[in-house]
């Protein structure tokens, strides 16, 4: 009985020491961008559709409070090829969603969670390189082009 005992401690503490391995070395499983209560509140005052901003090695899209959730909205995400490499296989965020990558570009066709949280990135691009070489250029629905705003320096003038 206590050899059994031993045994499944033994066990628990292997699976729990790896569990704990696979965390340490893949923080990325927990990577998520939330809004600063200031961030929301630019959003709302600048009547904005949609908002983004780039830091620790992502582009974070997110919605205004009023943007609809039941479309599809397709985002150009605009960089420099040179100084920029974006890693589309690992794209993350709220709903569903489909790229096309060009030369200096990458197209993405999302469609977003109907009851997805507005204050969390509707989609989290990562990429390496500097800051000021990636930008969202375009966002739109079958009906209209979506106003866009920048949190970079909102972001950058609060660390």
Do not use: C
């Not at 559709?49 to 090695?57: C, F, H, I, L, R």
């Not at 974070?60 to 039941?70: A, M, S, V, Y």
């Not at 197209?107 to 009851?115: A, C, E």
């Not at 390496?128 to 320096?153: Q, V």
Request: aromatic share 8%.
């Amino acid at each position: 009985m206590m050899m059994k005992r031993n045994s499944m401690t033994l066990l628990g503490a292997a699976i729990l020491a790896s569990g704990i391995f696979y965390v340490v070395n893949n923080p990325d499983l927990f990577t998520a961008s939330i809004l600063s209560l200031q961030e929301q509140n630019f959003i709302a005052e600048a009547w904005r559709d949609v908002a983004y901003k780039t830091n620790e090695g992502y582009v974070d899209i997110f919605l205004g409070e009023n943007t609809e959730t039941t479309k599809q909205i397709n985002f150009t995400i605009s960089f420099n090829k040179e100084t920029i490499t974006i890693d589309p296989e690992n794209l993350s965020g709220q709903g569903t969603w489909k790229y096309t990558n060009t030369d200096n570009e990458i197209l993405i066709q999302s469609t977003p969670n109907i009851d997805m949280d507005k204050t969390q990135s509707l989609i989290m691009l990562p990429f390496t390189g500097a800051l000021h070489d990636i930008l969202l250029s375009e966002a739109t629905t079958d009906e209209k082009d979506l106003s866009i705003g920048s949190l970079n320096e909102l972001s950058w003038h609060s660390e």
